[in-house]
């Protein structure tokens, strides 16, 4: 959970616009000029088939803004243990948790009997369980796939985004241009040049799998596009690997912005 409504409008946009594998796409209204906008598809199952439902005509239904202090107060889920599969010291909630503010505990309590953590747990007594949702932030580690294989806006014309969201993308994207462009907030980024991180990661994947790789050196060289490689220089391996991925994330967002820019 974002500090405020800025910064949780933020994560959301970075969760659509750059987060891979986040089951969201493109909206499907069955006409082009009144999707644009970027969605969880929603599927039903028909004949033996799962079938996905159309999506509405952009604008057609507006939600209101929810008014709840969701920046002032904890928030926590707020679930069913499942009793059949949970034992003491571990905890599984069934489905359709929900999530409740500190200040709605008091009641549910009377209601039902909560425990807080796992270790708190005794299977005679407590009925429901609670886990405080803790404070995040987007803007300072994105998530690391910046790619036209992976980019939303490179799965449509431009001209089909509708002008808010196209806008808001373009938004975000200068975000992580100036992001990107900075020696010391770079730093901060999960992928920034670590020899350390990536000679476990080597070593794991291929040092350590000999049938695999009978020369895993001659294999790092040829994945990497890396000919120097020795099996020791990973401190000149890894800046020369950041140095490449940096300027591919760059030359990306500056692409992609020109690209979806009237």
């Not at 009377?110 to 005679?124: G, L």
């Not at 939303?152 to 969201?165: R, V």
Request: charged share 30%; proline share 5%; with cysteine.
């Amino acid at each position: 959970m974002a500090d405020n409504y800025e910064k949780s409008t933020f994560g959301v946009l970075h969760h659509y616009f750059i987060v891979l594998g986040n089951g969201i796409e493109w909206a499907d209204t069955g006409d082009p000029k009144t999707g644009g906008y970027l969605i969880h598809p929603v599927n039903q199952e028909s004949d033996g088939k799962w079938v996905r439902i159309k999506d509405r005509p952009y604008g057609e239904k507006k939600c209101e803004l929810d008014q709840r202090p969701f920046f002032k107060e904890d928030l926590f889920y707020f679930g069913e243990i499942d009793k059949e599969i949970s034992s003491s010291g571990f905890i599984s909630r069934k489905p359709c948790e929900k999530v409740v503010f500190k200040s709605e505990l008091k009641e549910l309590s009377k209601k039902y009997k909560i425990c807080e953590f796992s270790t708190d747990y005794i299977e005679s007594v407590h009925t429901h369980c609670i886990l405080k949702i803790g404070r995040c932030s987007a803007t300072d580690n994105p998530y690391p796939k910046f790619s036209k294989r992976y980019s939303c806006f490179w799965e449509i014309s431009p001209e089909l985004i509708q002008e808010d969201w196209r806008l808001a993308g373009i938004d975000h994207l200068k975000y992580w241009q100036v992001y990107f462009a900075d020696e010391e907030r770079v730093k901060r980024y999960s992928h920034y040049n670590n020899p350390k991180s990536l000679k476990k990661f080597v070593i794991y994947q291929h040092k350590n799998q000999p049938e695999k790789y009978p020369d895993w050196i001659q294999a790092v060289r040829d994945a990497y596009e890396f000919p120097k490689f020795d099996g020791e220089n990973f401190e000149e391996f890894a800046s020369l690997r950041w140095e490449k991925d940096l300027k591919a994330i760059k030359e990306f967002i500056s692409e992609t912005i020109e690209r979806i820019s009237p």
